[in-house]
Each structure stands twice: as C-alpha cells, then as structure tokens.
C-alpha cells in the first residue's frame, strides 16, 4: 500500500525554520519525482518545490527561491523540506506528493501530474 505521511509542522516566529519530513511506505522513493505543495486557507494549492526521479531536474516557487531546500534520504525513503527565513505569507497546509516524473518544470510540478499524495501538516508564521 503506497503511503506518505508528513510531520514536522507547526507554529513558527517569522524568520524560523522548520523541517519538513514525509517517510513513504509501500513503493521506493528513489525511483519517483517528489514534491511539496501547499494550500492557503481561500487559495489554491501550489507547487512550492519539486525534484524529479533520479534527481535530475529541480523547480522552486520564486517566492521561496534561496530560502527552502527539498530533499530526500534514499536509505530511510524519505523527503524533506528545509525552510528557512518564514514569512507570515508561507502560512498554509503542506503536502508532500510522489510521482515518476521525468522532468520537474512549472507545468509538471503542479497537483494533477502528481498521483500519491500525504494528508497534510500545518505551517503557521506568525508573531
């Protein structure tokens, strides 16, 4: 049974970090694209970060560009995303997504093309 499942959230000061982690089960990371989205309350999701099968191609939201880092740990099948500097403006539920994606661009890192999905963790940036 194919499973991500996400931690790591929660309440931040602006310019925090947090770490981002997403351990899937039931099939092999390494061979699959994984991503990070998120979901503002009246928005819709977006593509924050996505990396491609072998790692090969990567894409950032600019608005996070030089301030997250997606990753992944092939020996504990897991993906991470390290963000840095919060702002209020990154306030949202996050989603990690796995998916054999070939090529990671603005269009393919976007919730259609990504077809296993984790249930979600709040991030909150606030004072």
């Known amino acids: 049974q194919v499973q991500l499942v996400e931690s790591g959230g929660g309440l931040v000061q602006p310019g925090g970090s947090l770490r981002l982690s997403c351990a899937a089960s039931g099939f092999t990371l390494d061979y699959f694209a994984i991503g990070w989205f998120r979901q503002a309350p009246g928005k819709e999701r977006e593509g924050v970060s996505c990396?491609?099968?072998?790692?090969?191609?990567?894409y950032y939201l600019d608005s996070v560009k030089g301030r997250f880092t997606i990753s992944r740990d092939n020996a504990k099948n897991t993906m991470y995303l390290q963000m840095n500097s919060l702002k209020p403006e990154d306030t949202a539920v996050y989603y990690c997504a796995a998916d054999p994606i070939a090529v990671v661009t603005t269009t393919t890192c976007s919730s259609p093309y990504f077809g296993a999905w984790g249930q979600g963790t709040q991030v909150t940036v606030s004072s």
């Open positions: 990396i491609s099968n072998r790692d090969a191609s990567t």
